[in-house]
């Protein structure tokens, strides 16, 4: 472990699953960690997007349908007619400490799969229109995936989760991170960033082998 309490070589993938550029850059980041999780650990972690007075409903943001549309001819990613319902309504809540409190319930239960927890989060907003806020949410992620959804539920309403997410929060500052989404590398203290929106699966790849020689 190192100062950040991390495997000595790790990619730390830092997001946050209301955010549509991380949407857009989910299938990018699977292919890269499918290519290299038997040369090194990945992980997931949330930066904390929405939060105190940011929580708010996804109508208070007037700019995310230019956003997401902008996001879609960039990456290719698709916002589903369920979530379009959602943003269109405009009441849903984008509460970053209750997604994140799900990423790290489920994280804890399979820790490494964190980088398909994160898309996971992300399809069941940005595709299936549900509230990362509701336990249901979570609980349908884990079932599918062929968790212990009783056991999901359990840590989900004991504030565990919560808990956890509050310190990838702090985890992601001192990180540096102020953005999302960020691929970092971390050796022992270092941290190298990793180039994410737009780059092609060959130039992370060819950027980790540089790193881990």
């Excluded at 038997?38 to 995310?64: D, M, Q």
């Excluded at 349908?65 to 698709?78: D, F, K």
């Excluded at 799969?113 to 992620?141: F, K, N």
Aim: one cysteine or more; proline letters at 5%.
């Amino acid at each position: 472990m190192n100062a950040f309490n991390l495997p000595p070589k790790s990619v730390v993938y830092v997001m946050d699953a209301y955010c549509g550029w991380c949407w857009g850059f989910s299938e990018r980041l699977g292919e890269f960690e499918a290519a290299n999780r038997h040369r090194v650990p990945f992980t997931a972690i949330s930066g904390g997007l929405f939060v105190g007075e940011r929580a708010k409903p996804i109508a208070a943001y007037p700019h995310i349908p230019e956003a997401n549309a902008h996001i879609a001819r960039l990456t290719g990613a698709v916002f589903g007619d369920a979530y379009n319902g959602l943003l269109k309504d405009g009441h849903l809540v984008m509460d970053s400490v209750d997604a994140g409190a799900g990423l790290a319930v489920l994280r804890a239960h399979a820790p490494t799969r964190a980088v398909h927890w994160a898309h996971e989060l992300q399809a069941a907003c940005y595709d299936r229109g549900l509230s990362l806020s509701d336990p249901a949410t979570i609980a349908g992620i884990a079932a599918a995936n062929g968790l212990d959804e009783a056991a999901v539920l359990r840590d989900l309403k004991s504030g565990a989760g919560q808990a956890q997410a509050q310190a990838d929060f702090t985890l992601a500052r001192q990180l540096g991170v102020r953005s999302y989404p960020t691929l970092l590398f971390v050796d022992g203290d270092s941290v190298h960033p990793l180039r994410a929106t737009g780059t092609s699966l060959s130039m992370l790849n060819d950027k980790l082998d540089a790193l881990l020689v």
